[in-house]
């Protein structure tokens, strides 16, 4: 039990401030929030690149792969797989591959609540 709740901690912690720092993003900065997605998509692949993204999937789990740095680190995770395994070419599918579930779940079920939910028009 103890082991459960430190673990569900560390992802809280971590998702956290991942999240808190978009947030500083948004309020600090004349970012646009695609440009900050766009970023955090960008950090997690070159923090995965360089070594430094595993270690806070290690300890954050979830709270680090959940965001949208977690999607980068999927993507960078995926082509050094497939690159190893393929060569050159693992470089443009490794991370397709990798992100294929989430990216099929997302379009799936987003897909579902456009059509249980009618869309109402911003004024």
């Known amino acids: ?8 901690l560390s992802a809280f912690i971590v998702g956290g401030v991942i999240c808190a720092i978009g947030q500083i993003l948004i309020d600090k900065t004349k970012l646009t929030t695609a440009r ?6 960008t950090a997690g692949a070159i923090l995965t690149a360089i070594g ?6 290690d300890i954050g789990g979830a709270g680090a792969t959940v965001p949208l740095t ?3 680190y999927t993507l960078a995770k995926g082509a ?10 693992g470089a443009f599918t490794g991370g397709l591959k990798a992100a294929a579930a989430g990216i099929t779940a997302a379009i ?3 897909y579902l609540i456009s059509v249980a939910f009618a869309p109402k028009a911003k004024r």
């Open 1 to 8: 039990m103890q082991g459960t709740l430190s673990m569900y």
């Open 36 to 41: 900050i997605l766009v970023l955090f998509v």
């Open 52 to 57: 430094v993204y595993q270690k806070i999937v």
């Open 70 to 72: 977690g999607f980068g």
């Open 80 to 89: 050094f797989r497939d690159v190893d395994q393929y060569g050159l070419l």
């Open 108 to 110: 799936f079920f987003g």
